[in-house]
């Protein structure tokens, strides 16, 4: 079974800090993406990536930065914390680069950023 | 830009009742269509998924959805609905051009009481 993990399931951060979450999936997916979830508007698409340092801009990067240096591992930088960047941060994979290739989630790392 | 609209943000059933879900896009070319659910506490994983072929798809646990071409939608349906079904149901859309990315809605919230 795929397995996607997300370093952190809760982490609480200061306005300014540089944030890191890391996303490790086990299936040799080439297709990662990361995408935050908040009440009432969904999951919008921060960035994904669908080869080892090749990164594509989703729909809300601002803010955001990307790096994919292994296949299997997927981090996202947040440079400057804001508190607009509280939320729920969600780590997906998938298979090849078909475009109906379903994707696995992880748990998600909630974010507080004070 | 494609977008996806599920009317029912929230819904609350009692057991055995039928169930049918919302699920309007708008993109007018060939489209895959996916339908996710996050049970509380857990990571969102496959429902079902539509490609082509026959419009009306089945996925686990006694769910189907109907892809109707011309009304641009893909409902989510399912005749008796359980307790266990409680959870936040999402509709996903990607265009059918190779693109990586995929649009959620904004999800819907199914409280099934006992």
């Known amino acids: 079974d795929v397995k996607v993990t997300q370093s952190s399931r809760y982490l609480v951060k200061r306005t300014g800090e540089k944030v890191f979450l890391e996303c490790v999936q086990d299936m040799d997916h080439e297709n990662m993406f990361w995408y935050r979830q908040d009440p009432g508007l969904g999951l919008r698409l921060i960035y994904f990536?669908?080869?080892?340092?090749?990164?594509e801009k989703g729909d809300i990067p601002e803010g955001y930065s990307v790096s994919r240096e292994k296949k299997e591992r997927f981090s996202l930088i947040l440079e400057s914390a804001s508190t607009n960047q509280t939320s729920m941060y969600l780590c997906a994979s998938s298979w090849t680069a078909g475009d109906n290739s379903p994707l696995h989630f992880g748990n998600g790392t909630r974010l507080t950023v004070t | 830009a494609q977008s996806v609209s599920q009317h029912n943000h929230h819904v609350i059933l009692s057991e055995a009742a039928s169930l049918e879900l919302g699920c309007n896009y708008s993109y007018g070319g060939t489209v895959n269509l996916f339908w996710y659910v996050q049970y509380p506490g857990q990571h969102l994983q496959l429902l079902l998924k539509?490609?082509?072929?026959?419009?009306l798809v089945k996925g686990i646990k006694g769910f189907e959805a109907e892809f109707i071409k011309s009304k641009f939608s893909f409902n989510l349906r399912k005749p008796s609905v359980q307790w266990s079904d409680t959870a936040e149901y999402f509709c996903?859309?990607?265009?059918?051009?190779?693109?990586?990315?995929?649009?959620f809605g904004s999800g819907t919230r199914l409280l099934v009481r006992p």
């Open positions: 996903a859309v990607n265009a059918g051009d190779s693109s990586y990315k995929l649009i």
């Open positions: 539509y490609f082509s072929g026959d419009p």
């Open positions: 990536s669908y080869d080892v340092k090749m990164k």
